[in-house]
């Protein structure tokens, strides 16, 4: 994804006038409404397994792209509003390790008056939270970096982390969508076949040479166990180009093989 280092410190610098005072509203799992201050006690009442505050409804000729993505590593289906949402939630899905996350988690009613509910909730597998604000660039304006700050300033008291997501470039998301086709563990190549290309793959090799090694009898077979790798992040490659069977492969340093 496109480096938004400047973007956070943007909101960073935003959020210095800003108290974090507010209240947060959640519904839990059987659908009762509480409300709470913003404070650390926030951290110990799990929102990441609450139930959406709000879920989008469908109509005729409606512009949105309102659905469900099935998110690999929970197992379990997360709400969207818009394909940039979910697209968003696959990158999540791919980069980060996450081990439940929720849509539309909480209303934030700040000292303003005003109130923002969140994109998403994540607990990550070393146990930070962090509320992700999914907006692309374009629609970023004044008010939305306000609301961001206000976002931010609440999250820090809390305890919770917070980024905004925007857009992925075409390639990345080209690049990503392919990759999920192959998110399925039914596509990984086994245990042996995942060392004896970790046992080769000292150096960078192509896509097709690591594929041959996956699956020395069947090259198709090979490129889809090692888009399932790719998608792991257990092997990498440089995601802002397409992959053929020309793209250099190498060994992600965290790789679990």
Known sequence: MNNNTELMNQIAELALAYSGNAMIQWKTNTGRLREEPADRSLLGRHLYLAEAFRKPKSYPRQRNYYGLYYFAQTKSHVWHE???????????????????INSQPMRITFTDGSWHVPDLLALHTNHRQVVYDIKPVSK????AMA????????????????RVLPTLSAQQQDNLTHLSYF???LFHPGANAASALSAELNKPMTFDQAAGIL????????????????WLRDVRTDMNLRIDGTTRIEMNPDARL
């Open 215 to 230: 699956r020395p009898d069947s090259i198709p077979h090979g490129r889809s166990a090692l888009f399932h790798l790719l």
């Open 140 to 143: 970023i304006d004044s008010k």
């Open 183 to 185: 998110k399925h563990p």
């Open 82 to 100: 818009s394909l940039n949402e979910a697209n968003m939630m696959a990158y999540l899905d791919h980069t980060e390790s996450i081990s439940a």
């Open 147 to 162: 609301q961001f700050a206000k976002t931010l300033a609440v999250c820090e008291k809390v305890g919770w982390g917070y």
